[in-house]
């Protein structure tokens, strides 16, 4: 069996959503301590709707995978839905990851989340 499923390498070797937002609303950058990964991730919301995402992740493949996919499973969703998304989710949606991966699909998570916990603190200070 491949180590890698097809849409891994497929959002691995075409990844969506590729690049920065200059007046994104909400930004989160993450690292594992570990290998030494890093993902920043750009978030465009609108009436708490996310209206584009972009990301930059210098890391490995899965992480690249992870967050391409992670970026497609958001997009267009409410920012309270999106809160909701789990490594998990992403993982299986790229028809699931080595054991030894799973953390470059934790990375995703907590880069969208950390991204949304600043859309929400820069909302929090307007009003
Ligand atoms: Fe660290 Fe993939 S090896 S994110």
Do not use: W
Request: glycine letters at 8%.
């Amino acid at each position: 069996m491949a180590l890698y499923s097809e849409k891994v390498m497929d959002h691995f070797r075409n990844p969506r959503n590729v690049g920065v937002i200059e007046d994104a609303n909400g930004i989160g950058e993450v690292g594992n301590a570990k290998c030494g990964d890093i993902m920043k991730m750009y978030l465009k919301i609108e009436d708490d709707v996310i209206q584009d995402v972009k990301f930059e992740t210098f890391g490995c493949g899965s992480a690249i995978a992870s967050s391409s996919m992670a970026t497609e499973l958001i997009k267009g969703q409410p920012v309270s839905e999106a809160m909701k998304l789990t490594n998990k989710a992403v993982a299986e949606a790229l028809d699931g990851l080595p054991d030894y991966k799973m953390h470059c699909s934790v990375l995703a998570e907590e880069a969208i989340r950390s991204a949304l916990e600043d859309y929400n603190s820069r909302k929090a200070q307007q009003t």
